[in-house]
């Protein structure tokens, strides 16, 4: 999906069990990105799209995300729109949504304590090695070498989208053109693919989606502005 994936395993487990966990999330990522990579000619994504398979023959995760997408469209008044560059790209929900199984697959084969990062994307379950809560930077936009927030916690899901790294590249799905307005959003909740989506429909809002982050209930945030205000959630979980 054109992003890096990193996985650490915190559990006391034997080398052997750590090595088959992580060969299991790896393959889970490799296996999406067959499925929904928009760049391989050969995705199910990409073969969908030419009208080569029919929704009817399609994997039952390729279903699953499809309806998820409707249903984001629905609930963010369209902002979230997989179709929002005239053809099929789920990716703003996808990744997080990967992040987010592979998570789960690592809670249910015993792995209590562990970090997903899928290209900033993070999902985090127990302490870290060293027994602590994990730390989570959130990436400052104008200076990749640097964080504008650090949040700390046992069970977080930390999405961000933004406009830093691949330039304006979410649109404003109503107007056909790119969004303007949010630098950088970061939504934090229970689910990684529902955060990842959200922070790109309000990427996709410009400044009403401040208000918007605002009234997301379960959820909580940080936003940077094009000009430069740095706005959170007062009970967003900030640590120094």
């Known amino acids: 999906m054109g992003t890096a994936i990193s996985l650490d395993l915190a559990d006391d487990l034997p080398a052997a ?7 299991d ?3 889970w990522m490799r296996e999406v ?3 929904f990579s928009t760049y391989r000619a050969d995705s199910e ?5 030419r009208g080569e398979l029919l929704l009817s023959e399609a994997s039952a995760d ?3 995300v499809l309806a998820t997408c409707a249903e984001l469209w629905g609930s963010t ?3 979230f729109d997989a179709y929002a560059t005239g053809e099929l790209d789920p990716s703003g929900y996808v990744k997080g949504w990967a992040a987010q199984v592979a ?3 690592l809670v249910a084969a015993g792995a209590l304590n562990h970090c997903v990062n899928a290209g900033g994307d993070v999902r985090t379950r127990g302490h870290s090695a060293a027994g602590r809560p994990w730390r989570i930077g959130v990436r400052h936009p104008w200076d990749p070498m640097a964080t504008c927030l650090v949040l700390s916690g046992t069970d977080l899901a930390v999405a961000t989208s933004g406009v830093y790294e691949r330039g304006p590249h979410v649109l404003d799905p109503r107007r056909g053109t790119p969004a303007v307005g949010l630098r950088s959003v970061t939504v934090v909740g229970p689910d990684l693919g529902l955060a990842d989506a959200y922070a790109t429909a309000a990427v996709a809002m410009g400044v009403a989606g401040i208000g918007w982050l605002d009234r997301l209930p379960g959820h909580t945030h940080a936003i940077v502005t094009d000009d430069g205000r740095l706005l959170h959630s007062t009970n967003l ?3 120094t």
């Open 17 to 23: 069990t750590l090595n088959g966990l992580a060969d």
């Open 25 to 27: 999330v790896f393959g």
């Open 33 to 35: 990105d067959a499925r």
């Open 45 to 49: 994504v990409r073969r969908f799209v």
């Open 62 to 64: 390729l279903r699953a």
């Open 77 to 79: 008044d369209g902002f």
């Open 103 to 105: 998570s789960d697959r």
């Open 237 to 239: 979980p900030v640590t």
